[in-house]
T-cell receptor
């Protein structure tokens, strides 16, 4: 079975802090994705990566950056966290089918 | 108009009922169709994956795709309380620079009560 793990299940940060969310997959997948999920808005794609060091903006990249130094690891960075970035963050990886991690519920105070 | 429309519900049914969940889409270029199940505070779990019109069955679940009508459905037979979750439809384009990006519906919240 594909395993996608995320570094934290719950995270509480202060406004202005730099936040790192880590995601690791164990199936040698080329593609990795970061989404956020909010009530009434569904899943929205923040960034995705189709190869090491390659990244592309999704639908809502503002306020976020990403890093993919190794194939199995894809990091989401909030340079200066704001309260409107309080959300559920989901990482996924795919070759053909897309598999999700358990999510990180981030609260920014 | 959203590319993928899904009735958010909520949908409440008694145990044993047949459940029908539906999505419509506007872009005829979508080629792959998925249903995910998401329990509260968990990540989405892939339930069904299809790439052609017709039906695909897996246990109590049947996925149906009608490309001519741009309509997909998920049927759950003999529904159980453990089926209570949010169900998300998703779809993607074929190959090329799509990189498997998915477009999701809003999700339908289903409750199956004993």
């Amino acid at each position: 079975d594909v395993k996608v793990t995320q570094s934290s299940r719950y995270l509480v940060k202060r406004t202005g802090e730099k936040v790192f969310l880590e995601c690791v997959q164990d199936m040698d997948h080329e593609n990795m994705f970061w989404y956020r999920q909010d009530p009434g808005l569904g899943l929205r794609l923040i960034y995705f990566s189709y190869d090491v060091k390659m990244k592309e903006k999704g639908d809502i990249p503002e306020g976020y950056s990403v890093s993919r130094e190794k194939k199995e690891r894809f990091s989401l960075i909030l340079e200066s966290a704001s309260t409107n970035q309080t959300s559920m963050y989901l990482c996924a990886s795919s070759l053909e089918k897309q598999f999700f991690g358990p999510g990180t519920r981030l609260t920014v105070l | 108009q959203k590319e993928v429309e899904q009735d958010p519900g909520p949908l409440s049914v008694p145990e044993g009922a047949i459940v029908s969940l539906n999505c419509t889409y506007s872009n005829s270029a979508f080629q792959y169709f998925m249903w995910y199940r998401q329990y509260s505070r968990k990540g989405p779990e892939l339930l069904m994956y299809t790439y052609s019109s017709g039906n695909k069955e897996d246990g109590r679940f049947t996925a149906q795709v009608d490309k001519s009508s741009k309509y997909i459905s998920l049927f759950i037979r003999d529904s159980q309380p453990s089926d209570s979750a949010t169900y998300l439809c998703a779809m993607s384009f074929a190959g090329g620079t799509s990189y498997g990006k998915l477009t999701f519906g809003q999700g339908t919240i289903l409750t199956v009560h004993p």
